[in-house]
Each structure stands twice: as structure tokens, then as C-alpha cells.
């Protein structure tokens, strides 16, 4: 089964702070996203990647920004977090030929 | 405004009985569509997918699919409690095969 893996689990952030969050996967896939849920609004997308060194933003980018250094690799980073940014946030990997997108296991960040 | 339109919010259903969940979008470029299945503190995972018109069958689970009316519905028969869960509906444009928008959700409980 493709693995995808997201780090930190929890973090507890402090209004205005700098969170990184990290995701890894080792499907060899071309295509990663960050996601966040919230109640009532589903998985709504924030950066994706359609390889190393490519970013681009997705339907709420806005107070974050993404980092793909590698295949492997795809960073979501908070510079100055607030406290509307408190959800749990998903990384997905995936190509077309996989007819499905691989999540990770989620990181569940709370700013105060 | 969500362009991805889900009915019920929440549905109960006895065990064995028939759950039926609906998905609507609102976005005419859209033709794909995949319904994924989320157990309550874990990541989504994929259940079904159709993008031609018409009927799909895996098991208990049903798709059907209207592109005319972008209008996809997943039946589920003869439910069990392992099936409560938030089932999501996402739908992607031809040329995103992978970036996917997915709608709120339906929150399905099937009482022993």
C-alpha cells in the first residue's frame, strides 16, 4: 500500500508563529497536495505540486505557502500563523494512472 | 459557495438497510467523480470511482452517474455499523485527473 506521512501529528502553535509541516512519501508519485478540514466544509485544497521544485495554489492559498525540495518531500508553511488556520490538515499523494489520491494520516494543529 | 453539493448532511440508517447519499456539481468543466470513505480519526480513503454515464457495482456499494445533470449518488445495501463513517464526494476537471474537489460530506451512522 503507497505510504504517505505527515509530521508532526499535534502541534499546538502561538498566534503569529512560524509552523512548518512535513510530508513524505515513498510511492514515487509526481502529483502531492495539502489539504484542510473543517466541519461543514469538507477537504478544501491549499498548494499542490506537480513535481520537485513545482508549486502551485489551490483554492485557498492565503496565509500559506508550500515547498517541494524533492520527489519525496512537500512542506506546508505557516509564517505567521492566526487562529482561523486551527484544523487538521491532510497531505495526498497521487498520479493519474493510481485513480486515487493516498493521505496521510493527518497533522491536527491548534493556534492560540 | 461549495462546487461540490452533497445531501444529506447526516443520515441514519438501520443495520440492513439501504443508504443512499447524493453529490452534485456545480461545475460544468467537471468529469470525474470518486466517492471516499473517512472512519471517524482516520484519513479518507478511496471507495468508488465512475466517470462514464451510468451504474457501477462493487459489492454492497452502487454508484450511479448523470453527466448531463453532473449528478452522481452512491447506494449502499445492506448496511453494517462498520459502514458509519463520513463519506465524501469529489469531482475533478479532465485535465486535473488527481486535483480533486471534494464536497462537505455525509455523515452516515447505521444503528445495530
Known amino acids: 500500500e503507497a505510504a504517505v506521512t505527515q509530521s508532526p501529528r499535534n502541534k499546538v502553535a502561538v498566534t503569529g508563529g512560524k509552523v512548518t509541516l512535513s510530508c513524505n512519501q515513498t510511492n514515487n508519485h509526481n502529483n502531492m497536495y495539502w489539504y484542510r478540514q473543517d466541519t461543514g466544509h469538507g477537504l478544501r485544497l491549499i498548494h499542490y505540486?506537480?513535481?520537485?521544485?513545482?508549486?502551485e495554489k489551490g483554492d485557498i492559498p492565503d496565509g500559506y505557502k508550500a515547498s517541494r525540495p524533492s520527489q519525496e518531500n512537500f512542506s506546508l508553511i505557516l509564517e505567521l500563523a492566526t487562529p482561523s488556520q486551527t484544523s487538521v490538515y491532510f497531505c495526498?499523494?497521487?498520479?493519474?494512472?493510481?485513480?486515487?489520491?493516498?493521505f496521510g494520516a493527518g497533522t491536527r494543529l491548534s493556534v492560540l | 459557495q461549495q462546487k461540490v453539493q452533497q445531501s444529506p448532511e447526516s443520515l441514519i440508517v438501520p443495520e440492513g438497510g439501504m443508504a443512499s447519499l447524493n453529490c452534485t456539481s456545480s461545475d460544468r468543466n467537471v468529469d470525474y467523480f470518486w466517492w471516499y470513505r473517512q472512519h471517524s480519526g482516520k484519513s479518507p480513503k478511496m471507495l468508488m470511482s465512475i466517470f462514464s454515464n451510468g451504474e457501477k457495482e462493487e459489492g454492497r456499494f452502487t454508484v450511479h452517474l448523470n453527466k448531463a445533470s453532473l449528478h452522481t449518488s452512491l447506494h449502499i445495501r445492506d448496511s453494517q455499523p462498520s459502514d458509519s463513517a463520513l463519506y465524501l464526494c469529489a469531482a475533478s476537471l479532465s485535465g486535473s485527473f488527481n486535483k480533486l474537489t471534494f464536497g462537505a460530506g455525509t455523515r452516515l451512522a447505521v444503528c445495530p
Open positions: 495526498a499523494s497521487g498520479d493519474r494512472g493510481q485513480n486515487t489520491l493516498y
Open positions: 505540486s506537480y513535481g520537485a521544485g513545482s508549486t
